[in-house]
Nanobody
Framework: VQLQASGGGLVQAGDSLRLSCAAS????????VGWFRQAPGKEREFVAA????????NYGSSVKGRFTISRDNAKNTVYLQMNSLKPEDTAVYYC????????????????????WGQGTQVTVSS
């Protein structure tokens, strides 16, 4: 499966953005999809994940309550709605996918994802 992340941009603190992760090549509904972010000089950080077959999504502690992950299987796309953005949310955002229903305790680690998009830059100014 090939992933294409989009929707990033330059916004002010408090604004919202919606990122999209579009898949091609395979039906996306059978994949667990995660969003990660990486700021310069830092490790890739877990943001959110949504598993195949439904269930409660996972969120990283720094974004819980502000970000929402959702999927539209008909459009082969997973979204990340980001509200109340803060300067510390500035990073390159990547989507990753792994076939099947990942257990919750594994969703936070980028090593458990087999496919990655190219990343989209999000910059939040203060």
């Amino acid at each position: 499966v090939q992933l294409q992340a989009s929707g990033g941009g330059l916004v002010q603190a408090g604004d919202s953005l919606r990122l999209s992760c579009a898949a091609s090549g395979r039906t996306f509904s059978g994949y667990t999809v995660g969003w990660f972010r990486q700021a310069p000089g830092k490790e890739r950080e877990f943001v959110a994940a949504v598993r195949t077959g439904g269930g409660t999504p996972n969120y990283g502690s720094s974004v819980k309550g502000r970000f929402t992950i959702s999927r539209d299987n008909a459009k082969n796309t997973v979204y990340l709605q980001m509200n109340s953005l803060k300067p510390e949310d500035t990073a390159v955002y990547y989507c990753g996918a792994s076939f099947g229903r990942m257990i919750l305790s594994s969703a936070w680690s980028p090593r458990n994802y087999d496919y990655w998009g190219q990343g989209t830059q999000v910059t939040v100014s203060s």
